[in-house]
């Protein structure tokens, strides 16, 4: 299994990026999805997932209203909406996969300026 972030940048407060999630090598519709994210000298926060049919979804109390994950199972991809964003929004994102095992991106960074 690959999986390839894409999306992160630098924005300023307030603004908004869609990250994305490309899938590969096993039936996409059979893994859950979720986003963590990892902010300079802290542990890894997780922010959201989504379930493999796409029907549940969940987020941390950090982002809920503010951040929407979904899914296209025909294109294979997980996007992360992350809209009125903040600089403790700061951090690395890393997308994974959750099946016979747990599959992890190498991680986009995202930058928000105040």
Known sequence: VQLVESGGGL?????SLRLSCTFSGAVFE????????QAPGKE??????????????????SVKGRFTISRDNAKNTVYLQMNSLK??????????????R?????????????
């Open 44 to 61: 890894r926060e997780w922010v959201a997932s989504i379930s493999g049919n796409g029907l549940r979804t969940h987020y941390a109390d």
């Open 30 to 37: 059979d893994h859950a999805i979720g986003w963590l994210r």
């Open 87 to 100: 600089p403790e929004d700061t951090g690395v994102y890393y997308c994974f996969a959750t099946g016979p």
């Open 11 to 15: 924005v300023q407060a307030g603004g």
């Open 102 to 114: 747990v599959y992890w991106g190498q991680g986009t960074q995202v930058t928000v300026s105040s």
